[in-house]
């Protein structure tokens, strides 16, 4: 309706008066502005916002699949890694002699897990279950043990040079029998209990576990 009469509004009419000899004259001369739109025009005037409305849904669609499956955020968990292994139950998993630089272990339950001989430098196992995990031989160099639990672990020959122990992190009742312990930050209570059950040279840095744990 709106089109129809914006046509008409573009009619142009005589300007003299009405008269007989008008019926003699040229006909009347109607013209439709060129700025207004065809009526056939092959695409309906909707099509454009029904295009948006099915690109919208479709991101929708998209956004909702990807954080509703965990994997798909943290598929991968570390550069080195191939699995999925923050907030996880890895109880008893075997990781011995694997590569995982920097892999992302937070808040995972690792209780009997073996990392034996495992490369993990820079990985976290911020807040992460480590109780009784075997961590003998491996290099845990700058990796984040803040408010771990590392209780009866085997720490046997790591080295743990520039790890993270902050917090409530504990070691009660591992084995540290020759593991390096260099630029470790401990709370007082850890240093003093690990200093009483320390002994032993770590093979790769050739320090002995008493003097990297800085004991009198």
Do not use: W
């Amino acid at each position: 309706m709106a089109l129809l009469n914006a046509s008409l509004c573009a009619i142009r009419f005589p300007t003299k008066p009405y008269s007989p000899s008008l019926l003699n004259s040229a006909p009347l001369q109607v013209s439709v502005s060129h700025h207004l739109p065809l009526l056939n025009a092959k695409e309906p005037p909707l099509r454009l916002g029904e295009s948006i409305a099915g690109t919208g849904l479709l991101a929708l669609l998209s956004a909702s699949l990807f954080f509703s499956d965990p994997a798909l955020a943290f598929k991968g968990g570390g550069p080195y890694g191939a699995e999925v292994t923050r907030g996880q139950d890895l109880t008893g998993k075997d990781f011995s002699g694997k590569t995982l630089i920097k892999q992302d272990f937070k808040t995972s339950i690792l209780r009997q897990a073996n990392f034996k001989g495992a490369k993990l430098l820079g990985a976290s196992f911020f807040d992460a279950d480590l109780t009784g995990a075997d961590l003998s031989d491996a290099d845990l160099r700058g990796v984040d043990f803040s408010l771990a639990n590392v209780t009866k672990a085997n720490l046997s020959n790591a080295n743990l040079e520039g790890a993270l122990a902050t917090g409530n992190t504990s070691f009660k009742g591992s084995n540290i029998t020759g593991a390096d312990f260099t630029d470790v930050p401990l709370r007082e209570d850890q240093r003093d209990y690990l200093c009483k059950v320390a002994d032993g040279v770590n093979t790769v840095t050739g320090n002995a576990t008493r003097d990297t744990l800085l004991c009198n």
